[in-house]
């Protein structure tokens, strides 16, 4: 059974920054994508980012582009990173890490992903 086990949330004031990671139990040859999603109190899910385990290539929500990067370390636990820069209250939620075993170019839909995290909150004081 894979797991995915997030850290790094908390609080922090607006203009702030935090770092997230995802360190995943099996290791992520297997994966195609791993990516990170939110979810904000009465929101449904949200896309955030996502990086495509060969090859590196990146992908981001408009609403985090250039302030948020993702990035992996290809380590005995295959940990995934989310460096969040210029937080904003809007980006207050649960973040989620997510992988998945499939392709395709559905990165941002959550249904791409089989496996999920307990998601660490994120909460960004204004």
């Known amino acids: 059974q894979v797991q995915l086990v997030e850290s790094g949330g908390g609080l922090v004031q607006a203009g702030g920054s935090l770092r997230l990671s995802c360190a995943a139990s099996e290791r992520s040859f297997s994966y195609y994508y791993m990516g990170w999603f939110r979810q904000a109190p009465g929101k449904e899910r949200e896309f955030v980012a996502a990086?495509?385990?060969?090859?590196?290539?990146?992908?981001y929500a408009d609403s985090v582009k250039g302030r948020f990067t993702i990035s992996r370390r290809d380590n005995a636990k295959n940990t995934v990173y989310l460096q969040m820069n210029s937080l904003q209250a809007e980006d207050t939620a649960v973040y989620y890490c997510?992988?998945?075993?499939?392709?395709?170019?559905?990165?941002?839909?959550?249904?791409?992903?089989?496996?999920w995290g307990q998601g660490t909150q994120v909460t960004v004081s204004s």
């Open positions: 997510a992988a998945s075993l499939g392709g395709g170019s559905y990165y941002y839909n959550s249904i791409t992903y089989n496996y």
């Open positions: 990086i495509r385990w060969s090859g590196d290539n990146t992908y």
